[in-house]
Structures are given as C-alpha cells and as structure tokens.
C-alpha cells in the first residue's frame, strides 16, 4: 500500500532549527510537497522537490533522497508564527497526492 | 487576488439529511479537487476533475458522496444522508495545471461539517 510516515508533534524553540522528516512508500514517484497549515486555516505551499537534493527558499529549505524514500523540511531562525501543521504528501505514478497526517510544530519562546 | 473560495464556512446537520458543499476555484485554473480532512489526520483525497475530462472518482468513499462541476467553474459536493462518521473539514483546491508533474493547488478555507 502507499503511505507517508512523518511525527505526529516537535517541540522548538524560538530562534533555533528544527528539522521535519519524511518518508514515503507509493506506487511510482512524481515529487514530493510539503504544505504549511496553520489551525483552522487551509495549507498553503511550501516546497516541491523532484530531484535529489535541498531546494533552499528563504528561511526554509526542503531535501529530497529518492533511493531512500525520504525527505526533511528544515525551519532556520524559528518564529512564533511558524508554529502550525506540516503536511508532507508524495505524487505518486497516476499523479495522485499521498498525504501525510502531518507534524504539529510548537515554538516556544 | 481572489483566492479559492468554499461556501458554507460551518454546516451543523442531522444524521440523515442531505448536505451540499460547494467550491468557487480561482478564475483560470482547470484542476480542482475535494479533500476531506478528519480532526488531527491528514488530507484524504475525494474526487479530481480536469476541464472537460471524466473526474477521478476514485477516492469518494460511499455512493452517498458525489460531486459535479460545470466546466471550469463552481463545484458542489454532495453527501446524501449524512452519517456522524462524515462529519470532518472538506477542503476544496485548484490548480491551474492538470496533475501531471509541479502543480501547486490553492486551497479554499474548508467546510466544517457536523453530523449530530
């Protein structure tokens, strides 16, 4: 079957890195999102990658390893305001989101 | 500019009764879909359509559920007698590529639906 692994809930402090992983098992491999949302509010986009290797966007930066099925959300110079829901999902071959239930991520000042 | 916009906000019904959801996309964007989301879990997916192509039904998990769009405009999803196990947030989303490759989907502010 096809699922996407990543924690339930992290726990950062304000100013510091945290990093969110991900892996993923689906039926062919068409890239991989992660989306930010915020409680009772819609996700919003974040990151695609396709290609091994850190896409670099700002404060964020997303990685990807195909071989490995595997893939991280790193959050630089954390803010309050960052605090939310990180939802990681994968393409799969027929071109169909697989989605994780997402990390909660508290910051703490 | 406008974003994707979901009508009702909130839906308080009877077990049993019939509810309808509807989506306005953004103006342009040939893709839509319909997630549902349960408290604390991940999106489900429900039903894809293209432009003018059969929609993906794949995902509707009852025949109580359907769904239809005219063209590339409003959708509506129906849930006909609802039941409390569908009470969850129903997430509309478009995009303005169909689903092959990159396609960033906008999502509209969700439906909460309770089923007492």
């Known amino acids: 079957g096809q699922n996407i692994d990543q924690p339930t809930e992290m726990t950062a402090t304000e100013g510091a890195i945290v990093q969110i992983n991900c892996t993923y098992q689906t039926s062919g491999f068409n890239g991989l999102f992660w989306y930010q949302q915020h409680a009772g509010e819609a996700p919003t986009f974040l990151s695609y990658n396709v290609l091994d290797g850190l896409e670099e966007k700002g404060r964020f930066s997303s990685f990807l390893s195909r071989s490995k099925g595997y893939s991280y959300l790193l959050l630089k110079e954390l803010q309050m305001k960052d605090s939310a829901s990180y939802l990681c999902a994968a393409l799969d071959s027929n071109y169909q989101l697989i989605w994780g239930a997402g990390t909660k991520l508290i910051i703490k000042p | 500019g406008a974003g994707v916009s979901q009508s009702p906000s909130n839906k308080v019904t009877e077990k049993g009764k019939d509810v309808e959801l509807r989506c306005d996309p953004i103006?342009?964007?040939?893709?839509l879909y319909w997630y549902r989301q349960r408290l604390g879990q991940g999106l489900e997916f429900l039903i894809y359509?293209?432009?003018?192509?059969?929609?993906?039904k794949s995902g509707l998990p009852s025949d109580r559920f359907s769904a239809e769009r005219t063209g590339e405009s409003v959708s509506t999803l129906t849930i006909q007698r609802t039941q409390q196990e569908d009470s969850a947030v129903y997430l509309c989303?478009?995009?303005?590529?169909?689903?092959?490759?990159?396609?960033?989907?906008?999502f509209g502010p969700g439906t909460r639906l309770t089923v007492l």
């Open positions: 989303a478009s995009s303005p590529t169909d689903r092959g490759g990159y396609n960033e989907q906008f």
């Open positions: 103006s342009g964007h040939t893709a």
């Open positions: 359509f293209q432009g003018n192509s059969a929609p993906d």
